[in-house]
Structures are given as C-alpha cells and as structure tokens.
C-alpha cells in the first residue's frame, strides 16, 4: 500500500475494486487505461510505480507475441488506402475528414500547426520550470511530467486539481453540457426510463429541437468497464 503514496482515496478504492474483481482481495489493479493511468502519473509519489505503469501504457499493443497491434495496424492502413482509392480519395484522410469541420487534411494541419508552435514552445518553458522545482540533481523523466506538473500548478497558481474536482461532479457536467446545446441549439433532453440499455450505468434521453421536434435518442455511457473504455 506504501507503493499507492500520493493518491486520492477515491482512486486507491477504484484500484481495489478492479483487483477483487480479478479475485487479487487485498491488493490493487491499475488497468491500463488513459484514465487510470493518468492520475497514477500525475499524484502518486513512487516515481518507480510511474515509470511501470507509463510504460505499459505507451508500450501498450507493441510488445510481439499474440497481443502486437504492428501487423494488424499495417494492414488496416492498407486497407483504408484502398477503400479512399475505390471511392475516389486520394487517401484515407480526405475521405475520412470530408465531412468534418476542416473538411480537408491540408486545413486540419494547418490548424495543428498553428496550435502546435506556440503549445510546444509553452512546454519547453514550464518543463524548465518543473526541472527547477525538482533541482540540480534530478533529471525530468517522461513518466516524472504529470507530477512535475502538477506541483508546478500548485506552485504559480496555488490550485490543486483535487480539490477542485467536487465541483465537478458528473451530474452538474452532464446538466451544463445540456443547458449549453439548449442556448447554441435549443435542444431539450427529457430522461426515459422505459429503453431497453447494453448495461445498468446507461441512462437515454428524449432529443428535442427549440420547436418541439424529436432529434433523436441520446445515450449516456460515461464510466469505464471491462471491454469498454471511459467516455
């Protein structure tokens, strides 16, 4: 449990329950997901813990035997690159993005770049910053920069991501996104009790325009399980 140093109490029981559910009673089970890897890089003390768990996760899917993606993802990119070529395309890109709000691949760079430039350059200066606070002795690792990060946070701007995150509670998030799509759309969303749903932690809701049209059905599916990722 030393090894678990740094992290929130909700996250450490999120971590047991994974493990029980892989009958590991008494221990913890970081699965190697964005959204429970990323609190373990940016709060957990054990700078050992993160340097395992980054790189099982960016080694994920790349480490041969039966669970390499290399060969599966070549093939996929072949196969794209025939299906844009019988539909028209000249490559995957502009058919995939054609009805997307760049609608090209050349603006869709041309926006990351202009984004990238300045976002890199923002990075280079508060890595400096996050080497300073760590000190002459101590080299920033790539598993080392949510942490470094976070303690930066606190440091300009006296604001602990933790603390803010009862005010975020997943209910308050889903009613602004609601009241947000009501002013830019006038879309109403009304919860149904009476659909059919994959799992219990799915909730729908009735789709409504500003005159009263039905849009469709929206599904709520937010948290992460076995098979499915969060989101």
């Known amino acids: 449990e030393a090894d678990l140093a740094g992290l929130p109490e909700d996250l450490r029981a999120s971590q047991a329950r994974a493990a029980e559910a892989r009958n590991l009673k008494g221990k913890w089970v970081i699965n190697n997901t964005r959204s429970a890897v990323d609190p373990v890089l940016s709060y957990g003390e054990n700078r050992a813990l993160r340097e395992k768990v ?7 899917g790349d480490n041969g035997g039966r669970t390499d993606n290399k060969a599966l993802a070549s093939e996929m990119l072949k196969l794209r690159h025939q299906r844009a070529a019988l539909l028209g395309y000249p490559t995957h890109a502009h058919w995939a993005i054609e009805q997307a709000m760049a609608a090209t691949p050349e603006r869709a760079v041309a926006l990351m770049e202009a984004v990238w430039r300045p976002a890199a ?12 606070l760590a000190g002459d002795g101590f080299k920033l690792a790539p598993w080392d920069y949510r ?11 006296d604001l602990d991501l933790k ?7 997943l209910d308050r998030m889903r009613e602004a996104m609601f009241w947000s799509a009501g002013q830019l759309y006038g879309f109403t969303f009304r919860l149904l009790k009476n659909v059919e749903v994959q799992h219990p932690d799915v909730t729908v809701y009735d789709v409504k325009d500003a005159q009263g049209k039905h849009v469709g059905l ?12 969060s989101g």
């Not at 980054?54 to 994920?60: E, G, L, P, Q």
């Not at 603390?163 to 509670?169: A, D, L, S």
């Open 121 to 132: 350059a923002q990075v280079k200066a508060d890595v400096a910053e996050m080497q300073a």
């Open 163 to 169: 603390e803010v995150k009862p005010y975020m509670q």
């Open 147 to 157: 942490f470094y990060a976070e303690k930066l946070r606190k440091a300009k701007y």
């Open 218 to 229: 929206w599904y709520f599916d937010p948290f992460a399980r076995e098979g499915k990722r």
């Open 54 to 60: 980054w790189r099982a996760f960016v080694n994920r």
